[in-house]
């Protein structure tokens, strides 16, 4: 029997670790086949590095943390900064979503601090909307596919919009069991590590990424370390209460009723 696919798409390498991947290693020990894709190349990771050169590293380290985290990697097709809503880029992450076919598909908020994270969420929800229509031509040539994709959205970086408003998840996954497992892979990066320190003044690359995830967990009010999603909604996608994330991983789900009441 074929495993279900769940697939992670966000813009840079790495930023899939930071707010996705303790979700993604659960649901691989739930019996799903895990893919990652990262639109860009990280080109712009460093301030000492030519881009031919700090892609091709970054490149190398995530197929590390794919490989840390049990998962395919596809290639990305685009430098930083250049991810734009544009059929061109459209066309090649919707060749991918159709050769994955996922069940389950994590993407970036769409709400989020800098327009890759969020072009790249808008590519990623447009090709799996796009992976049934015949007349939709991906590149490579991909045929459309059948079966639902569930779309969710991991919380932003920072965990507030681009006006400083707190962002609030739907429901919250407990990583708790593999917190360990997301900091190795997140250690891959290991580029990113002073290139962040320094851009962003944190203190510590992981240190920060831990600290979120305790964050979420708080705002949970019931686990340690969590990552927080909110289900996109399921016309063209899915049936209206498909939810197979929770399906998957409960009791690791808490659904946020305070969320499901705000939506009417």
Known sequence: MTKPAAMAIGAHPDDIELMMTGTLLLLGQAGYDLHIMN?????????????????AQRLEEARAAAEASGATLHEPITNDIEIFYEKALLAKVGAAVRKVNPRILLVQSPQDYMEDHMNACRLAVSAAFTRTMVNFRTDPPVAPVDGQVTVYHALPWGLRDPLRKKIEPGQYVDISPVIDQKKRALACHASQKEWLDQQQGLDSYITAMEGMAAEVGRMSGIFEYAEGWRRHHHMGFCAEHDDPLTDA?????LISQAYEAELG
């Open 39 to 55: 639109v860009a190349n990280g080109c712009c990771g460093s301030a000492m590095e030519g881009a031919e050169a700090v892609a």
């Open 249 to 253: 991983l409960k009791p690791r789900v």
